[in-house]
């Protein structure tokens, strides 16, 4: 019966990718005893009971993690197992609210009190949907773990296709996460310095490029945390901040009085084109102010998991703690902001800040809007309004910190969003040399990977010209591939309700990604795109 025991630990949660050749596990397990129910001892039960009681008990207490990949082992995202609904909740919250969340009010204009209070709800409980469903897919196959994006992706659409469909996105949302926060970071640390400063300081003897070199320093340096969960602390910070600068915009904005020009009648526009294209972009900022769905995944694969403690329940619990804050944040920043300052928010800005020392250097979408231009430029939307109606009512103390807040939110960003490039790199070498990285080498991708960031965000600025093509492209990743998993993995029955809700979201999610990309064609070609290299300004 102890031999029986011993096979039936085999099936065990295996990892992909396989294993490398001539590698042994690296925890090894000893055989439990097996359990001896009450009809062994009283000789009632036959042979094939007790067989099958032992073989239970003997589950229940190993579970089905009882040998992990090698590989897995050596890589920062799965070498640690030892995460909790608590590290969760720190991960799904700096992931998940961000400097995307100051510009929800911009979508409103467009749209109006009803329909941008309406679609901003959809889109919550949508992505609140389809994260459910990554949670629950992650084990969806009994002895397996999909513990990266691409990989439930492969296994739902195939190989190939998976690959294709989802390496793309997922790697654009990381590096150009990255890069983006970089910018972020860089000049909101000298706005920082110069609101501090005052009038002492301006022009700034540091350019803009070398805060983004400071910035980036900073960011590479934290980087050297070796793994997922060793981050948790840092995304506990990025949460935290992201909280409360979003609090505190909305607070004083709402807190003084409002502009005498105040309006909140819709935008009206001379074509239906015009009308059209705006309307997508207001929905595309209320989009992509949801982001973190490629790192759930990733983040759950830091649990442990057994039959009896599957992964999915303290992954779910902290997910829904960190959402439950984040609509805390963004439902009052849209409704607040759109309340304080109205269409003002998108159209006085850009005539005020063309003037203005400080304000200069918040990139606003302007009346004319990039199409889903918003994933590129740094923090303005409320945060910039803040400033330029309100900047003599304010302490300089109180604008200084929400700044110095969102700066600390964006360093704590790039960890979490850097890890699966890391994540990456590391998995390229440990399958090339079939050993794991050195200290030295480790090290070594991650300050390559930071500068490289630096490098092509000062290099190549007109890609933020792109941001709407590209960022259509990624949008599936969260309101679209979910639901296609759950129908090639789960195969709910045909004409079911279960049936109709994920293809109706998937088919409607898809065709969403379609038109933003259009939109954001369009609005090169409408607006043109200039080839300017190593100008970053």
């Known amino acids: 019966m102890a031999a029986m025991a011993e096979g039936a630990g085999e099936p065990e949660l295996v990892s992909i990718p396989a294993t490398p050749r001539g590698l042994s596990t690296p925890e090894g397990l000893s055989t439990p005893p097996v359990r001896r129910g009450g009809a062994a001892t009283s000789g009632a039960g036959t042979p094939v009971r007790r067989v099958v009681e032992g073989l239970r008990g003997y589950l229940e207490d190993v579970g089905h993690l009882t040998r992990l990949n090698p590989q897995d082992a050596w890589l920062p995202i799965t070498e640690s197992r030892s995460g909790n609904a608590r590290y969760a909740a720190f991960h799904s919250l700096n992931a998940g609210l961000g400097f995307q969340a100051l510009l929800i009010p911009l979508a409103f204009p467009a749209l109006g009190w009803s329909w941008g209070i309406i679609s901003l709800t959809v889109a919550y409980f949508w992505q609140l949907y389809t994260l459910w469903i990554l949670v629950k897919l992650h084990e969806a196959v009994p002895g397996r773990r999909y513990n990266r994006y691409v990989e439930l992706a492969q296994a739902a659409f195939g190989e190939k296709l998976g690959v294709w469909l989802a390496l793309f996105p997922t790697i654009y949302l990381s590096a150009g996460t990255a890069t983006a926060l970089i910018l972020v970071g860089g000049e909101t640390m000298k706005l920082f310095y110069q609101i501090v400063c005052g009038p002492l300081c301006l022009p700034s003897p540091i350019s803009t490029v070398e805060w983004y070199l400071v910035f980036t320093s900073l960011s590479v340096i934290l980087s050297q945390l070796p793994n997922l969960n060793s981050i948790a602390g840092v995304s506990l910070i990025g949460g935290a901040t992201a909280i409360m600068y979003c609090t505190m915009s909305w607070v004083l904005s709402a807190s003084q009085q409002r502009p005498s020009t105040v309006s909140y009648e819709p935008a009206k526009y001379t074509s239906f084109g015009s009308s059209l294209f705006s309307t997508m972009n207001a929905l595309g900022i209320i989009a992509f102010a949801f982001r973190g769905h490629n790192l759930a995944l990733e983040i759950q694969a830091t649990m442990p998991s057994t039959f009896k403690h599957p992964a999915h329940v303290p992954m779910w619990r902290g997910a829904k703690a960190a959402y439950l804050l984040i609509a805390m944040c963004i439902f009052p920043v849209a409704i607040g902001g759109y309340w304080a300052y109205g269409n003002m928010a998108s159209t006085s800005i850009i005539l005020l800040h063309i003037h203005h020392p400080v304000v200069l250097h918040l990139r606003i979408i302007g009346p004319s809007v990039r199409c889903f231009s918003c994933l590129q430029i740094p923090p303005g939307g409320i945060l910039t309004a803040l400033y330029v109606f309100h900047s003599h009512d304010i302490s300089r103390g109180l604008l200084a910190a929400t700044f110095l807040l969102v700066v600390f939110n964006c360093l704590s960003s790039f960890q979490i969003y850097s890890m699966p490039v890391f994540d990456s790199f590391e998995a390229y070498y440990t399958g090339r040399t079939n050993r794991p990285c050195s200290v030295w080498v480790r090290s070594g991708f991650r300050v390559f990977y930071g500068f490289i960031s630096l490098f092509i965000g000062i290099a ?31 195969k709910p029955e045909k004409f079911s309700f279960s049936w109709y809700l994920n293809w109706g979201l998937a088919l409607l999610g898809t065709a969403f990604s379609v038109a933003s990309s259009v939109g954001g064609v369009w609005s090169i070609v409408n607006t043109g795109m200039k080839l300017k290299f190593f100008k970053p300004n």
Not at 466 to 484: I, N, S
């Open 460 to 490: 190549l600025p007109f890609l933020s010209s792109l941001a709407g093509l590209l960022g259509g492209l990624t949008l599936p990743v969260t309101f679209a591939y979910p639901c296609f998993m759950w129908i090639c993995i789960k």
